[in-house]
């Protein structure tokens, strides 16, 4: 039987840092991924606060440099969706095409959205990000939410298509620039105090009932996105390991990096340095062994 010393899972910013910085003392990390590369950052419109990019970057183009840097490192990602991960005496990672074992674990899979209760004849119009439909061009799409995520998105798709942000309460939660942004753009309009109480599909549209100060509205849509919030991507934790998380991660043996552990702080430069940081934990873990 196969003993990892050290498996990732998640290629997003977090586990792609992890994973280079392992390569480079030498070590040989099971890099784990269910879907794509990159993780959230594919959705983002503009990252600015990137050092080494002064007039910022898209999302995808930063995963791209994400994933020739991985190239070059040596770095194998491996797609597939980690179904259960338990411990004793070593982690056992299970997996739909087979069953891995490890010494040491990095756990760096992120979020996953909070989902909003919509009938199932509208799912496949309906997302709760950018990347499914990046590509769609004279669409009218409505984005409910009103943080960072919501305006972003908006931002992002405003360059081809028509779109209402739908904030269901009176404030905002976005940055400032962007809300100056969003305010500039003639594709985007913005309406507060609009909470959804019905979603039905009409062709190939979607009808949204909200309810507003003025009464019952509605507002039609090709597309919807939910951006309403993300809690931490830990459901393939088993019972027994739940239990042992902390003592685990006192051990040296279990590292949570990036936005799995750091709630609303989600920016890339801090998953990169939380696997950056974790990599070298382990490095030193592994020679005092």
């Known amino acids: 039987m196969k003993i990892e010393d050290v498996t990732i899972i998640g290629a997003g910013p977090a586990g792609i840092a992890t994973a280079i910085q392992l390569k480079r003392y030498g070590l040989e990390p099971l890099l784990l991924e269910k879907g ?16 080494g990019f002064p007039q910022g970057i898209s999302g995808m183009d930063l995963v791209n440099l994400f994933k020739a840097q991985l190239e070059r490192a040596g770095v194998t990602v491996n797609f597939e969706e980690v179904l259960q991960l338990d411990y004793d005496d070593f982690f056992t ?38 990347y499914p439909i990046a590509s769609v061009e004279g669409e009218r799409i409505a984005i409910i939410g009103a943080g960072d995520a919501a305006f972003d998105y908006a931002l992002n798709l405003s360059r081809k298509n028509e779109i209402a942000i739908l904030n269901r309460g009176e404030k905002r939660r976005c940055l400032p620039l962007l809300w100056e942004r ?28 909200c309810n507003t100060p003025n009464g019952k509205q509605k507002f039609q849509a090709n597309y919807v996105i939910f951006a309403i919030g993300r809690t931490a991507q830990l459901d393939y934790l088993s019972a027994r390991l739940r239990e042992r998380t902390s003592e685990l991660e006192e051990q040296g043996l279990l590292c949570l990096v ?32």
């Open 36 to 51: 794509h590369i990159g993780g959230l950052l594919v959705n983002a419109n503009l990252v600015e606060n990137y050092p």
């Open 93 to 130: 990672i299970e997996t739909p095409q087979r069953k891995l074992y490890s010494r040491i674990v990095v756990i760096a899979s992120g979020t996953q959205p909070r989902e909003f209760d919509f009938p199932s004849e509208v799912s496949d119009r309906v997302f709760y990000e950018v």
């Open 182 to 209: 969003t305010k500039s753009s003639p594709q985007i309009t913005y309406h507060e105090k609009a909470e959804i109480s019905g979603i039905e599909k009409a062709g190939n549209e979607i009808i949204l009932q």
């Open 258 to 289: 990036g936005d799995v552990k750091n709630d609303i702080y989600r920016q890339t430069s801090i998953a990169v340095g939380d696997g950056v940081h974790a990599a070298m934990k382990i490095c030193a873990k592994i020679e005092e062994a």
